[in-house]
């Protein structure tokens, strides 16, 4: 009787140590979700822009270089990081 009380008392405690930590997981999904819906702006998304950070990489591949072929808002940085991992990349 000993033995079966100890064996129901342990998976009791693994159910509820299981249980906290969905709990917890559930927790930061739903305070990850509203910093998500109260930082994001509707009126400013990638997929407007999408177009200028895929190809302006690409034209520095081409040999354009930035500010002179074609303007940039935000340093050189925005175009060099991503042709640098196109040319890198491996099919």
């Not at 910093?35 to 702006?41: A, G, K, L, Q, R």
């Not at 270089?65 to 340093?75: A, Q, V």
Request: glycine share 4%; proline share 4%.
């Amino acid at each position: 009787m000993l033995q079966f009380a100890k064996r129901t008392s342990n998976s009791v405690i693994s159910y509820i140590n299981n249980a906290n930590s969905l709990w917890i997981a559930f927790l930061i999904f739903i305070f990850l979700v509203i910093i998500t819906v109260f930082t994001v702006d509707a009126t400013h998304s990638l997929s407007c822009d999408i177009g200028e950070y895929l190809n302006n990489p690409i034209r520095v591949l081409n040999g354009d270089l930035p500010y002179r072929d074609f303007w940039l808002l935000f340093t050189p940085g925005e175009v060099y990081f991503p042709a640098m991992i196109y040319k890198n990349r491996k099919v």
